[in-house]
């Protein structure tokens, strides 16, 4: 899942589109291509489409709120060590060393937690770009059908190809005609990482 797809070869039978049922008049006007072999860059497939360019919005701003976040955090722990240093000459050693290991304990914990925010962040990037392509497949079947091609191939993965079998603007053309933003898809996201911010920090 994720960056592998990105060259995945998208092979489909010829007799795929029909059996999807993705309506002739999602296509728009096709022209047959010389041979029986189209290619596609995934990449902008997905980030030039209407359903990647919402993706990526959404992820730009979760994770300008989880920056946001952790700065916050940062300054509280930041003051939080500055009170406790404070404290040293006036507390018995190993009562500060008490204190000390908490403390270390508490940021390590806080850590955790961030690190698994970002990590999930990732992950909805992820799980958001595999929905896509599952999605995409019978919309570049139809677009097969209505071409005559036999196969589809990642454009970066041809040493050579004329730009007449590139059909990346047409496929995206159709998939946004077809899906739209995807904002009615199952993703599969995971929880929104930043959702849940209340108490950290504060423990």
Avoid at 28 to 37: A, D, L, Y
Avoid at 87 to 106: I, Y
Avoid at 171 to 185: N, W
Wanted: glycine share 8%; hydrophobic share 35%.
């Amino acid at each position: 899942m994720g960056r592998p797809i990105r060259t995945l070869v998208l092979t489909l039978a010829l007799a795929l589109g029909p059996a999807l049922g993705v309506s002739s008049a999602s296509a728009q006007s096709v022209s047959p291509t010389s041979g029986s072999i189209l290619t596609i860059s995934s990449d902008r497939l997905y980030t030039e489409s209407q359903f990647g360019k919402r993706i990526a919005q959404d992820l730009e701003e979760d994770g300008k709120t989880l920056a946001a976040e952790n700065r916050r955090i940062e300054g509280l722990l930041t003051e939080e060590e500055r009170q406790l240093t404070e404290r040293r000459s006036t507390t018995e050693p190993q009562a500060f060393r008490d204190l000390a290991d908490a403390f270390d304990a508490k940021v390590q914990s806080i850590r955790t937690e961030q690190d698994a925010k970002a990590r999930a962040l990732a992950q909805r990037s992820d799980h958001a770009r595999g929905t896509f392509f599952r999605a995409a497949r019978p919309v570049l079947g139809q677009l097969m059908q209505e071409t005559g091609a036999g196969v589809i191939l990642e454009r970066s993965n041809v040493f050579l190809s004329s730009d007449a079998t590139d059909v990346t603007d047409l496929a995206i053309r159709m998939i946004d005609e077809t899906l739209g933003d995807g904002s009615d898809l199952d993703t599969g996201e995971v929880k929104d990482p930043a959702a849940d911010t209340s108490g950290t920090a504060d423990q």
